[in-house]
């Protein structure tokens, strides 16, 4: 049988065995129509064509019908049909929309738009509040294609994709459906549970296009896209867009609809462009068609997005309901260039039933437990938008490609090639993996490891693994080890870990770690060794102070009930200090040379900053996510932070049992975290930390509490975690602290105001940072900064200027910073 053959027969069983109603819609120019509203009259019983016009109905009991196909720009048709026995055939052919301005009184003084506009802005809050509750079916299907994909993304081979990429390196790389029931009780109540999801290539796969994830509601002043996206009708729009009417036409009920472009004011505000419809004297949204950029909605690697959406009135609810949703989208980052579409079509609804706020916890989404074990015969049964000619020659070859793939001989070839060393593999570290039993093992290469300090002078890392995973990577073990040598101090030093995660859900680790180490004094590590190596060498300043801990440690973490998670370790510890071996430098200054390794006093060369000793560590804290959502799969939980609410961390850490007395200590801290939109203003965080020391008078210094600092001018990862301008070991306490770090991202707010600025498309980010302990005066610091900086896609860069502030002004610094997706 040939594969066009079988591509035609599956095809048949798809449109004639399972569905009820089917047919094809075209134009008067005998041109398909894709994406057509089909569906019952005063019912939201519908479906939509797929893109080659095809479309499915599923009708099963007898009876005369009222079919309406609705599509934007063409005259909505109504076909009454009496249906005896099925499948029944239905075609429709639909004519342009004779749309006009013939009937609109225009005022000189007055956009005729702008008042429509303003009208649907005055009913906007009644008509969002109009439908207080539903339950609705759901269905879903996404689909990503690649075109001309490169064989290799920064030096890794990207292979076929799964077996989706033709001999032009190109294809499908995604399909995916999703069945669901979906229920919602305003303002924000929404859960879904999801009985079908396929996804082709992998029986085992889950679907991500669900209800939760495109849920996107015009009604509201923001839609979340990326960024805060505004609505062509939000309390402020008229700050965002200008509008232009294109005319009016009448629907198939009477019903005057306004036919409205929407303009953007700037071009990187965070506002679509496009079309909006209207419905007259309602004022309710009629349909959509919008477009945002990439850049609009602060996604790089996206082109254009483009969502549509299409409304039905029911005579029976009074009320007007999204009946489908199309999202297209333009891809291209790094040489790679594609597009995709995720349709959604939601049928039959039951407005405003009795459900209260008790019926929904904090799981928004369920899988049933077989939802991707349906079979063919499931889908063709249910699946309201047929499969185009792609979609199922898609699904013919990946299901195939699967079969071959899943076989022990297909794995072990491909290990067999994959596995062979090259000479490559000297600079970017060897793996091993037999796929078939699921373990892969790798060494690193020394020569990405070089560093430099001046404990141990030129150093290198080389670190082996090993990873077993089971349960389709449900659960896994892993053994790790690194050895490190410093050729300055001829030391060999190592250490070797072994992890068990015992399940998906609460996902329990338990990990045993130990060996000898170098450590920073600050354990968050506020200097990278790459940073601090080309200071050393290139200005003969060593910031990073380091010293020996020779160590055993077990810890266990766990999620005890939704939002909350324990993490726990206790450790033992042999500490030494270590002290500066060379004076190497490429660039030696005649009025500089490097510091001690000692963090209290830069001067102290060959002291130690504390005796050597031995000490128990307990270290327990909990994680608490305040109304944690979360997404149940088969043998698998997924949390998703609420960020209404911030998150709480406590802890405790003890000292005990130190080879000198006085190093026992104990002490207990907190930390607050949140990030959350300021509607359009941009997005706001900040991160609070406060702790208290007992019995700690004298402790040794590696057990303060260390600030991070930076006087490299260079900024490294977040910035509400770091003072940048403070010297990294100046206001380490053993006793009380706090610190605040806030700073709010405007994203575009001001600057996409201002002409000219605005088409750099850069952000204007300020911050504030304060730090308190008993011994020293109040330390401030204020930032102001430009992030986004950077060309077309690639925009990695950030500028701050700050001032510090320490009874009185003390100094100001310029920061560059570097990010990256």
Known sequence: ??????????????????????????????????????????????????????????????????????????????????????????????????????????????????????????????????????????????????????????????????????????????????????????????????????VSGDDSGFSFNTAIDVDYNFYDNTIELGNQIISPIANNAFSYYNYKLDGIFYDDKGNLINKVTVIPKRENDPIFAGTIYIVENQWTIYALELDITGTQARIPAADVIT???????????????????????????????????????????????????????????????????????????????????????????????????????YKDSIDGVNNKFKIGKLFSGYNYSNTYKNWNAGITSPISTFTFNTVQGWNANISAYYRKNYDEYKRYFSLSGTVNYGFSDDRLRGTLAATYKFNNISRPFLTIFGGITTQQFNASEPISKSLNSGFSLFSEQNYMKIYENSFAQIAYSNELFNGFRLNSSISYQNRKALFNTTDQAWYPKDNREYTSNNPLDDTAYGIAPFNNHTIFKLDISGRINFDQDYMSYPDSKFNIPNGKYPTLILGYEKGFSSSISDYNFDQVKGRLTQSFNIRDKGRFQYNLKAGQFFNADNIAFMDYHHFNGNQTHFGEGSYLDVFNNLPYYSMSTNKSYMELHAEHDFNGFLLGKIPLINKLNFNLIAGAHFLSTPDNKPYQEYTIGIDNIGWGKFRFLRIDYLRSYQSGFQSDAIIFGLKFF
């Open 307 to 409: 969502i549509k959406q299409d409304f039905s009135y029911s005579e029976t609810d009074k009320v007007w309901a999204k009946i489908s949703q199309k999202i297209d989208f333009k891809y291209a980052i790094f040489g790679i260039k594609g597009d995709g579409r995720f349709t959604a079509v939601y049928s039959n609804y039951i407005f405003n039933p009795e459900i209260t706020r008790k019926e929904f916890g904090r799981e928004i989404v369920a899988f049933e437990d077989s939802a991707n074990k349906k079979d063919s015969t499931f889908w063709q049964a249910i699946r309201p938008v047929p499969l185009t000619d792609e979609e199922i020659t898609d699904y013919i070859k990946k299901d195939s490609i699967q079969v071959v793939r899943d076989s022990k001989t």
């Open 1 to 198: 049988m040939t594969k066009s053959l079988l591509i035609i027969l599956i095809g048949l069983i798809s449109f004639s065995s399972f569905s009820q109603i089917n047919g094809i819609v075209k134009d008067n120019k005998n041109q398909t129509l894709p994406f057509v509203n089909i569906y019952v009259e005063n019912t939201y019983i519908g479906t939509t064509s797929n893109e080659e016009g095809n479309y499915e109905l599923n009708i099963r009991k007898a009876d005369t019908y009222t079919i309406v196909f609705q599509f934007l720009g063409y005259k909505t048709v109504k076909k009454t049909v009496k249906i005896e026995t099925f499948p029944y055939t239905l075609d429709a052919i639909l004519a342009e929309e004779e749309i006009s301005l013939n009937e609109v009184v225009v005022n000189s003084n007055e956009n005729p738009a702008n008042k429509i506009i303003r009208k649907a802005i005055e009913f906007r809050k009644s008509n969002l509040e109009k439908i207080n509750s539903y339950k609705a079916d759901f269905y879903s299907r996404g689909l990503i294609r690649i075109k001309n994909a490169p064989e290799k993304i920064f030096g890794q081979d990207i292979g076929d994709l799964g077996g989706g990429l033709d001999s032009t390196r190109s294809g499908v790389i995604y399909l995916s459906e999703t069945i669901s029931k979906i229920e919602f009780l305003r303002p924000d109540k929404l859960k879904e549970k999801i009985t079908g999801s396929k």
